[in-house]
Each structure stands twice: as C-alpha cells, then as structure tokens.
C-alpha cells in the first residue's frame, strides 16, 4: 500500500488520481492537514488527516496500514518559506526526518522530491549541471539541498530506497500552486480562461525551467519504477521540460484565445521583490542528460500542447487526452 502526505497540494493531488489508478483506489491512502473538499481526488478514497511533524501518528499509520511505499509532498514551498523560514526549516526537515524514520523501521521505498531551488547564484545559469555548486539563497532551497543529503545519508547508513526529482515549476490546472515562486504560469491559465487580466509577479523575460504535471507525475513514477542499480543519482535527478518567460506563455495563451472563444487576454508585469529575487538565483535552464540515460526521461508536452490542454481544462471545453480536469 501507499502513503501521500500533503495529497491536497499542488502535486499531492495529481500524484493521489495518478496512484490510485495505478494500483487501485484503496491501496493509496492520502493524507494532509486538511480534510479535502467533496469534489477533491482525494475524497473519492482512503484519506487520513496526518501532520508530517507527528512522528508518532506517521509510524503508527505506516505499521497499521501495511504501508511499502511513501511519497512525501508536504511542505513550504519557496514563497511562504521566505516569510516564515524558521517554521520551513523544521517542518520540511523534521517532516522528512519522519518519513526517513518510519521508512527506515517498516521497509518502506520513498518518494522525497527536490526543486531546481537547490541552485544558487553561483550555479551555471544556463543548462544547470546534475553536479554543480548548490549553494541556495533560499530557505526553501537550503531545506531541499539539506534533504537530498539527508536522503542520501539514510540510504548509505540504513539502506533506506529513497529516490527524488529535482522538479522545476510545475504547471497544473487540477489544485491550485502552493505559494511557490512558479505560481505565476498557474495564475495566467486561470486568469486568461475566465478573461480575467493577469498582473505577474515576476518580470516578463524572467527565463525558469517549467515542466507540466502529466510529465511531472509521469517522471515520478518512472523514476520510482526504474531498477536502483541503474540510478546513479537517486536524490535527486534533474528534470527538465520547457524553459519559459512569462512573456512567452502569454504569448501562447494568446495564440489560442480563439481557440477557446476567449476574447482577449492583457498581461502587466509588477515584480514582487521577494519572488524576482528567487527567481533571479535559479537557473534558466536544466540539463537532465542524467534522467535520460539512467532510466530514459523523456518529456512528452512542449508549450504549445500544454496551453491546448490547460485552456481546454480551465475552460471546460473536451480536447483529447485531457490533464485531470480543473
Ligand atoms: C516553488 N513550484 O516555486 C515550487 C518549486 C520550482 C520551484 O519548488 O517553490
């Protein structure tokens, strides 16, 4: 059986349908803070409120339920960490100490996923390398690269199979961005499908690597998937998809109004502070030659198909192969 903690987030809630179709609705129990909505994924099988920072409550759950694999999305994520970073600090360490803990005593394989946060200012700016200076100005990205080290020392020291992806911005029309510094691709989707016009938060030709959410949950179990011996890098690989402005995905949102009936679509830019600075000490690019030869990534949607689908979710039009539906 599966774990999810943090099943009502951004990823969580795709990783939750995802899992669930692939082994079946009761063998995946999803957990968070928060009991989810009716209409959640989540609510439509076993769910489980579970505070990652209750060690106690999180082994007891795992022994109970005969869980063999946790994937672990709790936790702040850039934006929120930068105003609280004490309480980022102990939550994403503690939470991951946790699930360590408990996969180290039950056998259990786990899913800790790491960010392109982990790069710093001093990190090539174009196709980052899967080994280079990580170095953050982040607390987010501090808490990310202490814990691909953390995941690293518990599968030396006890054995533990605990594998990560450092996932780019990830766009999604399901459950809405968890306050992180990507956030913005997610808002403009929105925005553009309800005609609504968008003021972004970060400056126009601010370049970041993008990824869209089938890939990301693709990625994730392919990686989970793929024979350890063949994994050079568990925690955690490089992953890349599209390489995105705001400006550029402005731009395809509007090349495809007509598509969707839209009438227009006005984009300002107003840059955060907080956020640009973020954003300003990640790369523009990701090279994951690594994922491609150790268990053959290989993204499927570039951004012209990716608005196709988010516009086609966000406004309820039917298109092929629709992402899990807004
Ligand atoms: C964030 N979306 O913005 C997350 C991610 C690429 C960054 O970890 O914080």
């Not at 099943?7 to 803070?33: M, P």
């Not at 605990?162 to 459950?175: H, Q």
């Not at 089938?214 to 350890?228: C, G, Q």
Request: glycine share 8%.
């Amino acid at each position: 059986r599966v774990l999810i903690t943090g099943a009502l987030g951004q990823v969580g809630t795709e990783l939750t349908l995802a899992l669930r179709e692939r082994y079946g609705v009761s063998e995946v129990l999803a957990t968070d803070i928060r009991s989810p909505s009716p209409g959640h994924p989540a609510a439509n099988g076993p769910f489980q409120l579970l505070d990652g920072l209750d060690a106690a409550g999180l082994l007891a759950t795992v022994q109970a339920q005969g869980i063999q694999e946790i994937y672990h999305l709790a936790a702040l994520l850039s934006a929120v960490a930068e105003a609280k970073p004490a309480l980022a600090w102990h939550l994403n360490m503690q939470s991951l100490i946790n699930v360590l803990d408990a996969a180290h005593t039950c056998g259990c394989r786990v899913f800790a996923p790491s960010s392109i946060a982990v790069f710093g200012p001093d990190t090539p700016r174009d196709l980052a390398p899967q080994l280079t200076s990580l170095r953050p100005t982040s607390m987010y990205g501090v808490t990310k690269v202490a814990g691909e080290l953390l995941c690293d020392d518990y599968a030396r020291r006890y054995g533990v199979d605990v594998r990560g992806l450092r996932y780019p911005g990830l766009i999604s029309a399901s459950a809405p961005p968890g306050g992180g510094t990507t956030d913005y691709s997610v808002e403009m989707y929105h925005a553009a499908a309800s005609s609504q016009p968008y003021a972004c938060f970060l400056a126009p030709d601010t370049a970041l690597e993008m990824l869209f959410m089938p890939d990301a949950v693709r990625a994730t179990l392919e990686l989970m998937d793929a024979p350890k011996s063949a994994l050079r890098y568990p925690n955690a690989y490089n992953l890349a998809g599209m390489s995105l402005t705001p400006a550029a995905i402005a731009a395809a949102i509007r090349r495809q109004l007509h598509a969707f009936d839209l009438p227009h679509f006005e984009v300002s830019y107003a840059p955060d502070p907080v956020r640009q600075a973020i954003a300003n000490g990640w790369p523009r690019s990701i090279d994951d030659a690594a994922a491609r030869q150790d268990w053959s990534w290989q993204p499927a949607y570039d951004l012209q198909r990716m608005t196709s689908q988010m516009l086609a979710a966000l406004t309820h039009h039917t298109t092929g192969g629709l992402a899990h539906g807004a």
